[in-house]
């Protein structure tokens, strides 16, 4: 079982990740958007949408530090353990609620906004629901494990298995001795990235890039008198008409 948990299904999620978006590439570029409701409402996007990203930006950040980097290379580089936990615990726990305040707004706003609901599709709901599952283990993680608990140190097994599945080596035994939500919350990860393509979450690799390039939309003035406008249809029909027609004798 932990062969198919920890090397199967993390190798079979990341093909679909990556298939899907091909697929979804090659069939559905007109879809490739983020569905935006904006002008449907903005009240309540105007708040949720800013806290849902930054948290999200933050959330991702801490991932990619504390499972990308180990810790022998911060602790090469002069942070002490300690201070790299407290950093983690409460970047992630400030971070974390942005997060969570901003989907439950953006959750609520599909609801309470009657015309938001009915552009809401049921792959939208699946995300909302694959989102909410991912934030609430990863809470109660960094909260009730780390802040509350007695904590965990997952750069020493979940960090270091992460790794090794890219590494085509992966060490399937460093998960069975971790606590159960901190198992949950990697398999719901990867479940995450296999539904990933087939969401609005595609929108993220279409940042407008080529603006950093392009060349700037130049305007100038026009020089000289202005032409005389064209004169309407009725204006030339009326002359021809008089043209045309014999003086009276």
Known sequence: MNTVIWIVLPYLCL????????????????????HT????????????SPLFHLGAFGVIGGHAIGLLVP??????????????????VWGGT???VMLVTGLVLLIARRFVNGRVRRTTTPMDRVLYVALAAMVVLGMTATVAVNLLGDGYDYRETIAVWFRSVFWFSPRSDLMAGAPLV????AIGGFLFLALWPFTRLVHVWSAP???LWRPYVVYRARRGSVP??????????????????????
């Open 182 to 185: 901190y198992q949950l919350h």
């Open 15 to 34: 093909a679909v990740f990556v298939g899907g978006h091909v697929w979804r590439w090659r069939r559905d570029q007109f879809g490739w958007t983020t």
């Open 209 to 211: 890039l080529a603006y």
């Open 37 to 48: 409701s904006q002008l449907l409402e903005s009240r309540i996007l105007r708040l949720g």
């Open 94 to 96: 400030v971070t974390g």
């Open 228 to 249: 005389a406008a064209p004169p309407a249809p009725a204006d030339v029909r009326d002359a021809t008409t008089r043209r045309n027609v014999s003086p009276a004798r």
């Open 71 to 88: 810790a022998s290379v911060t602790a090469a580089v002069g942070i002490p353990e300690h201070l790299y936990h407290l950093t983690a």
